[in-house]
């Protein structure tokens, strides 16, 4: 009441959803894309980047880990070897995340996506079945 509205002043912070989303987009880009992940316990994950919620959970296809291990042997200095082993589909809780960056691009063609013609259909026919539903007769 004590001050007048300016319009020509600043204008009004934008919501809260509104300031999550060029990160979401960003993420969105990244979609299929081949990442390697920098883990807070100095882990290195490589993997097809194939998800991710508002935690920055992340889903990785294909994904390898590599570590380095300390090896030591008596009489010897110790020795740091790197130690890799294939994880598959996983999933990275996103407080873990230290740092991602972009391997590769998506693959150009990806042999597991299928379109299916309108015309074509596999094998039976498809029907209702379930609780309530009364056979028919054929």
Not at 6 to 29: I, V
Not at 68 to 95: D, F, H, M, N, S
């Amino acid at each position: 009441r004590g001050r007048p509205v300016s319009s020509t002043g600043p204008p009004p912070c934008p919501p809260a959803a509104a300031m999550t989303t060029p990160k979401a987009s960003k993420m969105l880009q990244l979609i299929n894309y081949q990442l390697r992940i920098t883990l807070d316990d100095t882990r290195v994950l490589v993997g097809r980047f194939m998800a991710f919620d508002k935690h920055m959970n992340l889903v990785l296809g294909e994904c390898e880990e590599t570590r380095k291990v300390v090896v030591r042997a008596e009489g010897r200095a110790p020795q740091e070897k790197e130690q890799r082993r294939a994880l598959g589909l996983t999933i990275v809780r996103g407080e873990c995340v230290v740092s991602l960056s972009v391997e590769g691009p998506p693959p150009k063609n990806d042999s597991r996506i299928k379109v299916v013609d309108k015309g074509e259909t596999g094998p039976g026919a498809g029907a209702a079945a379930g609780r309530g539903m009364l056979p028919q007769a054929p």
